[in-house]
């Protein structure tokens, strides 16, 4: 079982920028794909980007794409989310996900609650 911690959300003004973490344990890093997704109040949770396990490939949904950056860093274990040009719209809880199936699927099995393995959420919030 993989174990999954997030940080560095918080508050911020728009247009401003923002990376999150997430610390991942308990199984080898390289094993599965890895994603980022949200859930605003009153909304359902949404894809925001995913990222192959050998990091050759993103994925991003069309709200966040070209400002947001998904990456990966192998030594450290660890899973990042970079956010520039941050809207109002952006405020969410943010959630770090695993899962074995490709990059490419993630955002359907994870919202399909198909497997994979979540993260507690970090709260990210913009100010207009």
């Known amino acids: 079982q993989v174990q999954l911690l997030e940080s560095g959300g918080g508050l911020v003004q728009a247009g401003d920028s923002l990376r999150l973490s997430c610390a991942v344990s308990g199984r080898a890093f390289s094993d599965d794909a890895m994603g980022w997704f949200r859930q605003a109040p009153g909304k359902e949770r949404e894809f925001v980007a995913s990222i192959s396990w050998s990091g050759g490939d993103t994925y991003y949904s069309d709200s966040v794409s070209g400002r947001f950056t998904i990456s990966r860093d192998s030594a450290k274990n660890t899973l990042y989310l970079q956010m520039n040009s941050l809207k109002p719209e952006d405020t969410a809880v943010y959630y770090c996900?695993?899962?074995?199936?490709?990059?490419?699927?993630?955002?359907?099995?994870?919202?399909?609650?198909?497997?994979?393995?979540w993260g507690q959420g970090t709260q990210v919030t913009v100010s207009s």
């Open positions: 996900a695993a899962h074995r199936s490709s990059a490419q699927a993630m955002g359907v099995v994870m919202t399909m609650g198909l497997g994979g393995s």
